[in-house]
């Protein structure tokens, strides 16, 4: 058996998804980002069931209303995961139950990009799950041991969104709520609205892009918004950009921004830039006798 090399012409003619996430808060319009994007080739994990910004729109829609749903779905959209044991959830043993009860996994292949609305409401079914698990209970007493639970949701939530981050032939949007809080030093920080640390800590790490959708002042102080694309940006968004061919702010439309996402690539000498390199002021010399 010859190493499994991808060459490079093999690698750039593979078609790849797009997975990213969208924060903002609470009314900025995330949900009717659905509006941007082809109906029909779409697919909508309504986990919010705050579909009224979307009435009218005309694509599929699924809504889990538990977590045992979520990870079926998850399964059932990004296929098995072969390094996993058959006792473990995104096993072909799952799988292979999934495709049991749902049918052929074919249904769902007209569908370009998943949009999950939100992560936040899945994480709250997640945890909600995590509480009646034998690891959420102290082996000793039997009482509810809330660390336990924390520590399986935090594992719950990264393997469910490992497993739809290689799902590589479609787009998988994840949209969640940001919460504006201060820090010890009475700073305005920003962090994405989902129960526990974990989730929130790893995600940018898993997915390709993070935007935050928020209202940036325009040329005439009015506000509108926009999407926030890049790490380095002055109001401290979350924020990612794998592709390094977004902006620092670009407008509020989904379909438009994966289409320049996928566009193709400036050389790296080109988008990348290497400030020369400035050398650490040399430390002062002592005076004699003060050493």
């Known amino acids: 058996m010859a190493l499994p090399i991808i060459s490079a012409d093999e690698r750039l003619a593979q078609h790849k998804g797009i997975k990213g996430c969208i924060f903002g808060k609470s009314g900025i319009g995330k949900t009717s980002l659905l509006w941007t994007l082809n109906a029909s080739t779409t697919l909508f994990m309504d986990l919010e069931a705050g579909d009224l910004a979307v009435e009218g729109w005309e694509g599929d829609t699924l809504r889990p209303r ?18 996993l044991r058959e006792d473990q959830p995104y096993s072909q043993a799952h799988f292979d139950e999934v495709c049991g009860r749902y049918g052929d996994p074919a249904v769902i292949a007209k569908y370009e990009t998943i949009f999950i609305d939100s992560i936040t409401v899945a994480g709250r079914l997640c945890f909600q799950w995590c509480r009646g698990q034998p690891e959420a209970f ?14 399986l949701h935090g594992r719950e939530m990264i393997a469910w969104l490992t497993h739809l981050q290689h799902t590589r032939g479609k787009h998988v949007w994840f949209v969640g709520i940001l919460d504006e809080k201060l820090d010890d030093f009475n700073r305005k920080v920003w962090s994405p609205q989902i129960d526990g640390s974990k989730t929130g800590l790893e995600l940018p790490g898993i997915v390709d892009q993070v935007i935050t ?3 940036i002042p325009d040329a005439n102080a009015q506000p509108q918004r926009a999407f926030v694309c890049q790490t380095l940006n002055r109001w401290g968004f979350p924020a990612k950009d794998r592709s390094g061919r977004l902006d620092l702010v670009e407008p509020p439309h989904l379909g438009r921004l ?4 996928q566009s193709p690539a400036a050389p790296a000498s080109e988008r990348l830039i290497w400030p020369p390199r400035i050398p650490a002021d040399p430390a002062p010399a002592q005076e004699p006798g003060h050493g």
């Open 213 to 215: 959708m928020a209202d």
């Open 258 to 261: 994966m289409e320049k996402i």
């Open 138 to 151: 102290s082996d000793k007493t039997g009482k509810a041991d809330i660390r336990g639970a924390y520590g």
């Open 66 to 83: 538990t977590w045992k749903e979520c990870r079926d779905f998850a399964v059932f959209i990004g296929g098995p995961n072969p390094a």
